[in-house]
């Protein structure tokens, strides 16, 4: 077999040592009322996605509860695209969150639930839009912003190849494919969880406390747990505990640019003179929120496919190959909400049409 010749590189490569300073992305799960969403309150300078209503108790910033999957979606766009100065989005929960993708996975495929799809591929299909979603919140972490995943607690029975038999642990209450993404994807997987004492009297075992409540963070046979932040294996249930984890924001070390020749004294000269008569660009504004919003109700009315989006990006001179509204500046998504208004026209004028014909139909 031959080996393939090795192409030197022209382009300029920069490697780096040391700690990369960044937005923390973690995941804190439990049963109902330990104190998930009072702890996050705590974190720096907190927004909310408030899927089930959990945050009526605190008074925290918050988006309006999200009645689908575009509200959530929109919701995040907004951070991503509007001045503000919320430093933390805590979405509580995830599980709930998961509800809405679910509907809005089988809306799309007009099905009633995932096992219509048939053969686990509608758990396929839930998967990879939940990979778009974290994607999506990759973006806002790039600029600065913590992302905090707030999830319930069930049991399920694990059973370890090397072991000997299945015992019962706490995971996420998440579908697996999903729930593995997000184990996969967070810094830090942290359990919540009451703290009890087994006592024995009269030969009979009973359960004692369930006031103290812990924070686990590292995996054991009785729970997931991760985190890559050196905390200790359990902390007290509040939020300066974490308090480690969000220190380290602050901006990954620029790569060092390659060294340049200094031009000529009377190139620079010319140069300086046409910078100073040219026209200066205005500045570029970034799609909107309400302008994000319409965009998602317009496709999703249209039922436009992956394959239409890659063809609108281009249609409006975005070459950006995540294809997110978040990557359009105001004036392309101006022109395609533009043709995406008329295409909805064109629908209601020929429905009405339809309508009409029928009616003298009827009427004669």
Known sequence: MS?????????????????????????????????????????????????????????????????????????????????HGHKTLVIDSIDWAEKLLIEEVCRKANKDGLEDFGYGKGLVYLAEEFARFLALLEKLRDRGVHVVLVGHSTIRKFEAPDAAGAYDRFELK???????????????????NFVTKVTEKDGKQRAVGGRERVIHTTHTAAWDAKNRYNLDDKLPCVAASLAPIFARVGTPPAPTPPPTTPAPAAVVSKMEKTAETAPRPGPVLLITH?????LDLYWTTLKKTPEDRAKAFAWVGCDSIDLHW????????????????????????????TAAKAGKGGAR
């Open 3 to 83: 080996v393939p010749p090795v192409t030197k590189s022209t382009a300029p490569i920069s490697i780096t040592r040391g700690l990369i300073q960044s937005a923390a992305r973690l995941a804190l799960y439990g049963p109902e009322g330990v104190g998930k969403t009072t702890i996050t309150a705590g974190f720096p300078e907190p927004v909310f996605i408030d899927t089930e209503g959990g945050t009526a108790h605190l008074d925290v910033a918050r988006f309006p509860r999200p009645r689908n999957w575009a509200e959530l979606i929109a919701a995040i766009n907004h951070l991503l695209t509007a001045e």
């Open 174 to 192: 998440l579908a697996k494919q999903v729930a593995a993404l997000v184990k996969e994807w967070v810094d830090a997987l942290l359990f919540v």
């Open 290 to 294: 309400e302008q994000a919003a319409k």
């Open 326 to 353: 978040t990557e359009l500046t105001a004036d392309q998504a101006a022109k395609l909400i533009s043709k995406l208004q008329d295409q909805m026209n064109k629908i209601a004028e020929a429905s009405t049409s």
